[in-house]
């Protein structure tokens, strides 16, 4: 079954807050440390639609990932490269729902956008795996940049230019 990828609506906040809590909560994948609630969902859904995308992807009326665009860092000279993230439902991940929705968001964010970034924790050979499927190169390491999880974490950088 092929999922549906479409911008994310206001509604879609509960679902990718539900989608996204466990990768803060029982993971170093993200670099949170609580989950966000519902209205911080929303405030980030309209403020990266507005700026670059959030697209979901749904299955039978589900959504069951959401991957979107950010800036790169705050100073001028870096508008032209973005910061992506994807998120999949883990019940519905290696169904290719990771990979339709950086096709759809990779081609919106190539009207404005030179480069995109994507910071993976390590270790996390299912991320590493899809964005270098998705044409994405390893540009270094940050060593033991976050503690989580009782540990010091590295994150992995990769970039594809658009």
């Known amino acids: 079954m092929t999922a549906a990828v479409r911008p994310a609506r206001p509604e879609d906040a509960a679902r990718c807050a539900a989608i996204y809590a466990p990768f803060v909560e029982d993971s170093w994948i993200s670099f ?3 989950a966000p609630d519902v209205a911080e969902m929303a405030r980030r859904i309209a403020e990266y639609s507005a700026s670059h995308a959030w697209l979901v992807a749904e299955l039978d ?27 999949v439902d883990p019940a519905h991940g290696r169904q290719g729902v ?5 096709a759809e968001l990779l081609e919106r964010l ?5 480069a995109a970034f ?17 044409g ?27």
């Open 32 to 34: 949170e440390l609580d």
């Open 110 to 114: 190539s009207e404005t956008c030179h």
């Open 118 to 134: 994507a910071g993976i924790a390590l270790p996390n050979a299912a991320s590493i795996g899809l964005h270098e499927a998705m």
């Open 61 to 87: 009326g589900t959504v069951v990932g959401y991957a979107y665009g950010s800036p790169h860092r705050t100073r001028a000279a870096y508008d032209s490269s973005c910061d992506v993230a994807v998120y």
């Open 136 to 162: 994405f190169t390893p540009v270094g390491v940050y060593r033991e940049v976050g503690w989580k999880m009782g540990g010091w974490r590295d994150v992995g950088w990769w970039q594809r230019l658009l």
């Open 98 to 102: 990771g990979r339709a929705l950086y």
